[in-house]
Each structure stands twice: as C-alpha cells, then as structure tokens.
C-alpha cells in the first residue's frame, strides 16, 4: 500500500505545493487485509432514493436544482397540468425538447426519461456521514483506505486501475462531453481495476472509512493528520487546473476533506466484510 514515489521533478511547488507530491504516499508498506467485498459500482442516485424513502434521510442538495428529487414522488407528477410539465421540462429538467409541441402523454416520457438517465449516474454532494448512514442502512459499510486501494491497485500494485501507463480518455476526468459532469456508472470500460472494480480513476472521488493520517513508518509531518479530515480516493470528473492532471489521478494518490463536506465531484461505493450480513443479504434481495 502507498508508494516510494519521489517528486523528482519538482512538480510539488509548481503546482502550488509547499513540499513535494506524494510525502503522504509514503512509505510502501504491506498490509494484511482480510477477504472483503467492495462494490462493483459507485452508489447511484436510484440506489441513494431507495434509501432516503426507506429513512426519511434528507436528500443531496443537487437533487433540489436538477429537479431529481421529484423521483420521490414520482407518481404525482402525472397528476399536474400541461402548463406545469412544460414548465418542469424547460426550466426545472432542462430537457433539450421543444416542449410546446409535445402532449401531455409526450411530457411525461421526457420527464420519465430524463429521471431514468439521473437514475443511472453516481449520488454527489453527500457528506461522510450520508455516506456511512447509507452504507450501514444497506448492511454494508464505507471500504478502509487499505480496502479501497488494494480493490483499485490489483496485485501487482498498478498505478492506475487498469495498468501502470496513463491513457487520456480510459476515464471521465475531466471530460467536457457529460452534460452533468458525472457519467452513468460503468460507462468507461476500461476504467476497470483488475478485480473488475468499476470508475475508480474517473467519474468521481469517493469517501472512504479513514481518519486522514500518516502511514506507519511515515516521517511526513502534517497539520491536517488527526481527527478532524476523512480521506478520499480515487480519480474525478471535476478535477480542473493541475488536479486534472495524471499525476492525481493514481490509484496511490490520496485527498482529505472535513466529513461534513459535499462537493460535486465526490461520492461513495460500499464494502462488506467477506461474509455478508444478514441485513446486507436482506437488501440485495429486496433490491432483486
């Protein structure tokens, strides 16, 4: 786990660092990790209602701007007027129709589609503690750092999911084509760790269970190891600047935020110890 990387070139201050990339990395270590389960896909926004209807949890704040929590009361949107649909389909959904030649049965199935698309794509802008509530709900758990990095990194440590040279292009880092930034999970087939492990180099970042902290070994000094930022792994969408770079994109690369943090490029995927629990089973049945 982590790596030897040194920041030969320098890329540490040009990029606005005071010390050289990859300190935090260090040093490569072993880690003795028992046989665990990591989700082949980020959690979507459908899986994320499920959970909100189940709980009453309060929804993203996105959901509330691109019109997705209206998904929860699905059945009610039937039920408005042609003046209301137009109005949710131009300004609320912002579908590139013209709505005023469609029927009230023509504004309803731009508006199912549209929520099926949403459906398709990675919750965002939920915090830690969305995240771990999610997973405990599901019977599962937020994979460890360790987890996480051994599911993205393969045996043979790979620097990204799917080998050890950067390709543009094998991920959604900064592509301008989604509309929404995100992209429907699974998208990018050869964002694929070797354990088939989908997106973990692009779409977005993900929190995972860990306080921010050195390694063991480490010599690293920070203000920002303790208790107060939880980690983050993985590549992003909305990564600009020199954060859209390779460099940041590896699978050892590591990034913190304060838990109660909710960005548009960050989500979550969920882990379980090997033998799942009973709540788990309960919900991938129901989810069946």
């Known amino acids: 786990m982590g790596s030897d990387k040194l920041d030969t070139e320098k890329n540490g201050p040009e990029y606005g660092n005071i010390k050289p990339l990859y300190l935090d990395e260090h040093p490569q270590h072993p880690v003795d990790l028992p046989a665990f389960r990591i989700d082949r896909y980020e959690v979507t926004n459908a899986d994320y209602r499920a959970f909100i209807a189940a709980t009453g949890h309060p929804p993203p704040p996105y959901w509330l701007s691109n019109g997705y929590v209206l998904s929860l009361r699905k059945g009610d949107i039937g ?147 303790g208790k107060q930022f939880r980690v983050i792994r993985g590549g992003a969408w909305g990564r600009e600047g020199h954060y859209a770079l390779h460099l940041f994109l590896r699978a050892a690369y590591r990034f913190n935020l304060r838990p109660n943090s909710r960005l548009d490029d960050v989500g979550f995927r969920c882990a379980q110890d090997a033998q799942p629990s009973a709540a788990a089973t309960a919900h991938s049945a129901h989810a069946q």
């Open 79 to 225: 039920k408005l007027d042609d003046g209301r649909l137009r109005a949710l389909v131009a300004d609320i959904f912002r579908i590139d129709v013209d709505s005023r030649t469609l029927d009230h049965a023509g504004l309803l199935k731009a508006i199912d589609n549209r929520l099926g698309y949403l459906d398709t794509l990675p919750v965002i802008e939920v915090s830690w503690h969305d995240a771990h509530d999610y997973c405990d709900w599901a019977g599962k758990r937020l994979p460890t750092e360790a987890e996480w990095e051994k599911a993205a990194r393969g045996s043979h440590a790979n620097e990204f999911p799917w080998g050890d040279q950067w390709h543009a292009g094998y991920s959604n880092s900064g592509d301008e084509y989604w509309e929404d930034g995100v992209a429907p999970v699974g998208t990018y087939p050869d964002d694929r760790s070797p354990y088939g492990v989908m997106d973990m180099g692009g779409n977005v970042a993900e929190w995972v269970a860990d306080w921010y902290q050195a390694y063991p070994g480490s010599h690293e000094v920070s203000a920002a190891f």
